[in-house]
């Protein structure tokens, strides 16, 4: 058979022989086929190439549909190549140029855009793109667009049909650069809304990844981070700086999906003592690094409670984990993700890019947590974590108080805590934005202080506020709920009248894990003057050793 390409297809098919090469995955076809059929890996790999390429050829000529537009590109950059990467682990991943932009803003922790939070709500029979806050000091907060406002049009095209993603791309750009947005807002009487178009100019816009720092009581501080950036460890620096004399801290990592190691690390560096253990990586390809503490607290140490779920995963764990193996942080929540595996980012031709699992990651105790994926589907592995594995099968290490942890299945917590699920009524208040839209009720004929609470008449305003919505609920249900409700609509009013901070900070005054965090601090105080002891006893045995001359 005689095989015949287009020049899309001759230029996709070197494109990819370019991709495999630079990207070291001839070399470990090429040992995997020389292990199984004594040495001809080279070869093996070169024909693997060619039936692929053979494969594509005939698709693109003798498929039903035309193979023209996106068809080509979408076969290698949603197909071929994250199918192969799928087969080494579930982290490997390739990023197309949109995908590769959006990992290198999340690393980054800033974007160039307009500065608003936006969410899809139903309206009438209409999926439409609502303000939910305009950030402090940004393009759209100056312009002066409101929460509630309905994004009708970006640079004159609709956003009828398109999702949240879609509008975030619209809105989004080069710094410096013009954007036209055209919103509808509510007018003084029901049904009517007046429209506005808005020229803002993009402007850098910082992610922060430490969205909420503030003292929960005098002393004792409470820091979450979202995600692990390139800012996280001055972020949690600022943070604690800010709280003054610290006596203790609650340290939320709860769905925190990772990020950057190095970050991860110099979170570590401001909780342990220097030259204790943080991380070390392992790899065929690279040697073996060992991260320490090169600075130290400084002898600042105070008890630490840290915050995790199924969604700590990654950086955060490096994070959790050394916390736990030195006993310099007590562990409340449930198990975490357990992805023990590193990936390099490599950047590819037409700002494409690839993240490779390069290493795997270590605790300071030696352990693996990285949780089994070996005949799991990709759905599974993410959403459902399953059951525990049986600890017999793990391998078992010990904190520096001689405490015992299992490796190869996540962080365990020292304090296991469930996040109460939401309850029907719950579900349905969320499901019908009746918070949001309440506080843009509520404020058009109130003023809310910063330090206000929601009253029996708020609580009774919310009812009312229910009733001509036609929200379905029974005082038996939202009785047991009442005091989340209290801290949804006084979350949502600070979050309108003042800062995303403000109505977070309201939030987490509810929050039964936090206040279980603080119930626990005693236990994290003990857990510390363990470790003191232990190290002074390991110190005491090595100045009793004795020397040669």
Known sequence: MSLQMTPGTRRTAFSLVLFFTACGFGGIVASRSMHAQGGNGDGDFRDSLKQFAAVYSTVSENYADPFTGDKPSDAIYDGAIPAMLRTLDPHSN????????????????????VGMMIQPQLIGDKQRTVVLKPFAGTPSYKAGIHPGDIITAVDDKTTDGLNSDDVVGLLKGDKGTHVKVTVARAGATPGNAETLSFDLVRAEIPNNSVDLAYQIQPGLGYIHIKAVQETTGKEVSDALDSFGDVKG????????PGGLLNQAVAVCDQFLQRGQTIVSQRGRAYPEQLYRANHGNGGKNYPIVVLTNHGTASAAEIISGALQDHDRGLILGTTTFGKGLVQTVYQLSENTGLTLTTYHYYTPSGRLIQRNYEGVSLYDYYSNHGKPQDQKDREVKQTDSGRTEYGGDGIAPDVPFEEPKPVHVQRVLLAHYTFFDFAQRYLAKHQVAKDAQVTPAMVDEFKQFLHERNVAYTDAELNPV???????ILAELLN????????????????????????????????????????AAKQAAHSNLPSTM
């Open 482 to 488: 009442l005091d989340w409700v209290k801290a949804s």
């Open 249 to 256: 801290l609650v340290l939320d990592l709860r769905d925190n």
């Open 496 to 535: 309108t009248a003042y800062t995303e901070e403000d109505g977070a900070r309201a939030r987490a005054q509810y929050d039964p894990e936090i206040k279980k965090a603080v119930s626990v601090m005693n236990q994290a105080a003990q857990l510390e003057q363990a470790a003191e002891q232990a190290a």
């Open 94 to 113: 390739f990023f197309d140029p949109k995908s590769y932009s959006k990992l290198l803003e999340e690393q980054r922790g800033r974007y160039y855009g």
